[in-house]
């Protein structure tokens, strides 16, 4: 079903968490931003994905020394 990732992913999965999130959020109520013809939110989100449609933003995980400690 996926024809192409694009090159902005790093990785297939990440590709599909981005195109997961976006279906729950078609599937709440969200208007689709392209229109394929079909109402399977699955297969709309990877389309817009796809077509470069749908934000998103790699976060940097935080690491235990930099987070400022509590003083007891």
Request: proline share 4%.
């Given at each position: 079903m996926i024809?192409r990732?694009p090159?902005?992913f790093d990785s297939?999965?990440?590709?599909?968490?981005?195109?997961s999130?976006?279906?729950?959020q078609?599937?709440?109520?969200?208007?689709?931003?392209?229109?394929?013809g079909?109402?399977?939110?699955?297969y709309?989100?990877i389309?817009e994905?796809?077509?470069?449609?749908v934000d998103f933003?790699?976060l940097?995980?935080?690491?235990?020394?930099?987070?400022p400690?509590?003083?007891?």
């Open positions: 024809h990732i090159e902005v297939k999965f990440r590709f599909i968490v981005v195109a999130e976006r279906a729950r078609i599937q709440g109520g969200a208007p689709p931003r392209l229109d394929t079909s109402r399977k939110a699955a709309i989100a389309k994905v796809e077509a470069g449609l933003e790699i940097e995980e935080a690491n235990e020394d930099d987070e400690r509590e003083e007891e």
